[in-house]
């Protein structure tokens, strides 16, 4: 099982606004900052929020990160069927010597 | 642009070594950490370790070490990721990822390496 928790799945119809989850612990989110990547099926998975909250250059603001004590969050608002992927929150774990942690993953279904 | 071109696939069998290479290019390759990433079929992320370019010293997760060395080739902007001892639960994409300020950005396309007897 993965250190950092989410749900296996979340659904949406176009338009909607939906938010994922990613629930952690003192020693990987408590502490550290959270990023966000976005997988699409067959493909890499490419980055979608750093540092918490952060959009790099080219991603629509649709796509929003919070974070909250050992939580965070990515909300998406306006959905449309290309936002139809696996996506994953990712944070710098103190424990075990160092090491990043992935959340399991959501797949995000439009339905 | 910057980009890392990752070979498409390994078949390997039980016991045996896989070297997978991630060749750089459109940026300072000793600049930027490199980290190794990989993916079990229909599974999340795994993060494997890093390796610094500029002074070849790496950090391996826990779960690897004593398995997994990281190297560079600063002549050709290379890092190489060696994992031994091969098992049937080593099958996996591995993913070389550059790490700038931001996370890791971008990533290769993906090595599939199958471990099969």
């Known amino acids: 099982q993965s250190v950092v928790t989410q749900p296996p799945s979340a659904s949406g119809t176009p338009g909607q606004r939906v938010t994922i989850s990613c629930s952690g612990s003192?020693?990987?989110?408590?502490?550290?900052?959270v990023n966000w990547y976005r997988q699409l099926p067959g493909t890499a998975p490419k980055l979608l929020i750093y540092?918490?909250?952060q959009r790099p250059s080219g991603v629509p603001d649709r796509f929003s990160g919070s974070k909250s004590g050992t939580s965070a969050s990515l909300a998406i608002s306006g959905l449309q069927s290309e936002d139809e992927a696996d996506y994953y929150c990712?944070?710098?774990?103190?424990?075990?010597?160092?090491?990043?942690?992935f959340g399991g993953g959501t797949k995000l279904t439009v339905l | 642009q910057v980009q890392l071109v990752q070979p498409g696939a390994e078949v390997k069998k039980p016991g045996a070594s896989v070297n997978v290479s991630c060749k750089t290019s459109?940026?300072?390759?000793?600049?930027?950490?490199m980290h190794w990433v990989r993916q079990a079929p229909g599974q999340g992320l795994e993060w494997m370790g890093k390796?610094?370019?500029?002074?070849?010293?790496?950090r391996y997760a826990q779960t690897f070490q004593g398995r997994v060395t990281m190297i560079r080739d600063t002549s050709t902007s290379t890092v190489y990721l060696e994992l031994s001892s091969l098992k049937h639960g080593d099958t996996a994409t591995y993913y070389c990822?550059?790490?700038?300020?931001?996370?890791?950005?971008?990533w290769g396309q993906g090595t599939l390496v199958t471990v099969s007897s």
């Open positions: 990822a550059r790490e700038d300020i931001k996370g890791f950005d971008p």
């Open positions: 459109g940026y300072t390759f000793t600049a930027y950490y």
């Open positions: 390796i610094n370019p500029n002074d070849g010293s790496t």
């Open positions: 003192g020693s990987n989110i408590g502490r550290n900052i």
């Open positions: 540092r918490n909250n």
């Open positions: 990712a944070s710098w774990d103190d424990s075990l010597s160092g090491r990043w942690v």
